[in-house]
């Protein structure tokens, strides 16, 4: 499985962004999609996961503020990322899960005035 992230960049607290990861290969295989993010000096971290029926999983300092979402056709995973603060300053990196776990190259989204 190989996977294709775009979408990040620079924007000001309180603004949006919409990351896109595409998968091709192995899709079929595939169980969970999900993004992680890892800022400067920290771990990385599950930000939104979502499962091939649906179920979503975020964690709780983006809850409210992001949507995880996919669509099957496409083999591509969305993230809506609404009021965004600073502190969502990071790399965030796609993931898949099914047979093995696969990541994609990260994309860097910058918060800040």
């Known amino acids: 499985v190989q996977l294709q992230a775009s979408g990040g960049g620079l924007v000001q607290p309180g603004g949006s962004l919409r990351l896109s990861c595409a998968a091709s290969?192995?899709?079929?295989?595939?169980?969970?999609m999900g993004w992680y993010r890892q800022a400067p000096g920290k771990q990385r971290e599950l930000v939104a996961r979502?499962?091939?029926?649906?179920?979503?999983t975020y964690v709780d300092s983006v809850k409210g503020r992001f949507t995880i979402s996919r669509d099957n056709v496409k083999n591509t995973v969305y993230l809506q990322m609404n009021s965004l603060k600073p502190e969502d300053t990071a790399v965030y990196f796609c993931?898949?899960?099914?047979?093995?776990?696969?990541w994609g190259k990260g994309t860097l989204v910058t918060v800040s005035s």
């Open positions: 993931n898949a899960f099914g047979q093995n776990d696969y």
């Open positions: 290969g192995s899709v079929f295989s595939i169980i969970l």
């Open positions: 979502i499962a091939s029926g649906g179920t979503t």
